[in-house]
């Protein structure tokens, strides 16, 4: 789902890091994008998420069934990452 801020259209995904070297190894892919207001809950935050946010076990166990995949933070690490589309 995009979102739209001051007329830019938003892409919001999870980014994946290995635990270790720190290197980017991917995204996992929302099946279906949370609404806004989840996100802002889930982060306590009020803004428009368009920076990243650290994915904690909590934050996982709420997008679980947003996500295409599983979170395996014995090796990685997990952010919520932001793009503008348009």
């Keep these: ?31 279906h994008e949370p609404p806004l207001t989840v996100l802002q809950a889930i982060f306590d935050a009020e803004d428009y998420l368009v920076e990243e946010y650290p994915i904690t076990l909590d934050a996982a166990a709420q997008l679980r069934s947003y996500i295409e995949g599983d979170f395996d933070f014995e090796q990685h690490d997990y952010f919520l990452s932001c793009e503008a589309t348009a």
Excluded at 15 to 28: I, K, N
């Design 1 to 31: 789902m995009n979102l739209s801020h001051d007329a830019v259209a938003v892409r919001r995904y999870i980014s994946v890091f290995d635990r270790c070297s720190e290197q980017f190894l991917g995204e996992l892919s929302f099946s």
